[in-house]
């Protein structure tokens, strides 16, 4: 199973991102693709996640409203489109796979990419 997360970069306070993840190896129909993040210091969160045959999504408080994942079956890609962006949102952002719908712990998801910069600016 291979997770390779890609797009982060810098950006100015309002601006917007759109990371992808190429994903590979896995039966797609039984797994949900989630996001997460980790900035300097804290605890890796989560931040959406989306059911990749059902198409069904869930977000953390956080950024709902302002990110949105989908997905692009033909590419294998699963998507974050991060709008309105706060210099809170800088981390380190990964996605991950998991067979458990509705999951948010790091602990339950089964593979992981190796993470793509996100740096915003005040």
């Known amino acids: 199973v291979q997770l390779q997360a890609s797009g982060g970069g810098l950006v100015q306070a309002g601006g917007s991102l759109r990371l992808p993840c190429a994903a590979s190896g896995i039966t797609f129909s039984r797994y949900t693709m989630g996001w997460f993040r980790q900035a300097p210091g804290k605890e890796r969160e989560f931040v959406a996640a989306?059911?990749?045959?059902?198409?069904?999504?869930y977000y953390a408080d956080s950024i709902k409203g302002r990110f949105t994942i989908s997905r692009d079956n033909a590419k294998n890609t699963v998507y974050l489109q991060m709008n309105s962006l706060k210099p809170e949102d800088s981390a380190v952002y990964y996605c991950?796979?998991?067979?458990?719908?509705?999951?948010?712990?790091?602990?339950?998801?089964?593979?992981w990419g190796q993470g793509t910069q996100v740096t915003v600016s005040s």
């Open positions: 989306m059911h990749w045959s059902l198409g069904y999504t």
């Open positions: 991950a796979a998991t067979t458990e719908w509705g999951a948010r712990a790091p602990e339950w998801y089964d593979y």
